[in-house]
């Protein structure tokens, strides 16, 4: 069967969107980092890797980005999940808990709800919201906010459902393996590129994009490593790297860039 690498441990997002993308047949293989998700998929212990690349409410995931620019990978899917939040203890009720666990991107999620509900609860930082289930289960006067997985993993009653302050908070994730995809007649294109630092530099850049019909979806710049106040910009948009006026603009985009890496064409995901 096919083997699949993710930021574990089991019961987090990142294996529920594995599973939303291939289904119940491959092997699922947590991970402690991100950086493992790329290595195992760089040495071919397993086919393909899982990683989170950016919330709707909480931004982007500058490891993963930092990684894609790093190393030889390709993606060559997203996944699109909807982010539920629930707060699970092993207790029937909220009156006996006297901390809240989650991982921080959670309890920012929720804080209007924690505000409101258990202002004066501690609320504790850890590794994953897996990691916070697990707490809660050990100890009846922890509370968890985690998803669903969590909480059958480790048994754990729902004591308030869907407590994220966004309702549409959604997670992206991205698929990575060694080759590209195929075209599927729906497909964007990721690179991350740089341009010299001087003036209207940015828009010579995405000039071609225009100018060859290709719609671009998102704009990200992230500190470069090179040196102090250069940057480094991810770019995603509509089309295959295959297509005619794709390639045409990629062409004349590596004319006016300093440094551009096409991170890969694959299909885009539904929600």
Same mark, same amino acid.
């Given at each position: 069967p096919l083997k699949v690498a993710y930021l574990g441990p089991a019961g987090t997002f990142s294996e529920s969107a594995s599973r939303k993308h291939f289904g119940s047949?491959?092997?699922?293989?947590? &991970?402690?980092?991100?950086?493992?998700?790329?290595?195992?998929?760089?040495?071919? /212990?397993?086919?393909?890797?899982?990683?989170?690349?950016?919330?709707? &409410?909480?931004?982007?995931?500058?490891?993963?980005?930092?990684?894609?620019?790093?190393?030889?990978?390709?993606i060559c899917g997203e996944v699109k999940?909807?982010? =539920?939040? =629930?707060?699970?203890?092993?207790?029937?009720?909220?009156?006996a808990a006297r901390r809240v666990y989650s991982h921080a991107q959670s309890l920012a999620q929720c804080q209007e709800w924690l505000n409101r509900n258990l202002p004066s609860l501690p609320r504790v930082p850890v590794a994953s919201n897996a990691e916070a289930a697990r707490l809660a289960a050990e100890d009846p006067e922890s509370v968890a906010i985690a998803g669903e997985a969590a909480a059958e993993l480790y048994g754990l009653n729902i004591l308030?459902?869907?407590?994220?302050?966004?309702?549409?908070?959604? /997670?992206?994730?991205?698929?990575?393996?060694?080759?590209?995809?195929?075209?599927?007649?729906?497909?964007? /294109?990721?690179?991350?590129?740089? /341009?010299?630092?001087?003036?209207?530099?940015?828009?010579?850049?995405?000039?071609?994009?225009?100018? =060859?019909?290709?719609?671009?979806?998102?704009?990200?710049?992230?500190?470069?490593?090179?040196?102090?106040?250069?940057?480094?910009?991810?770019?995603?948009?509509?089309?295959?790297?295959?297509?005619?006026?794709?390639?045409?603009?990629?062409?004349?985009l590596d004319q006016n860039a300093s440094f551009v890496k096409v991170l890969g064409s694959y299909p885009v995901a539904a929600l």
């Open positions: 047949a491959p092997t699922f293989m947590p &991970t402690l980092a991100i950086d493992d998700v790329f290595r195992s998929v760089e040495a071919g /212990t397993v086919d393909y890797g899982v990683v989170p690349v950016e919330n709707s &409410t909480e931004g982007a995931v500058g490891r993963t980005l930092d990684l894609l620019l790093a190393n030889p990978l390709k999940l909807r982010i =539920h939040q =629930h707060l699970l203890s092993r207790a029937d009720g909220m009156g308030s459902a869907n407590i994220e302050d966004d309702p549409n908070n959604t /997670t992206r994730f991205l698929v990575i393996c060694q080759h590209g995809a195929g075209p599927s007649g729906k497909d964007k /294109t990721s690179l991350v590129c740089s /341009t010299p630092n001087r003036a209207g530099a940015m828009h010579k850049l995405l000039q071609p994009l225009a100018e =060859h019909g290709v719609s671009m979806t998102k704009l990200q710049s992230r500190p470069a490593r090179s040196g102090l106040w250069e940057y480094v910009y991810y770019i995603d948009f509509e089309g295959h790297e295959s297509d005619p006026k794709v390639a045409a603009a990629l062409q004349a």
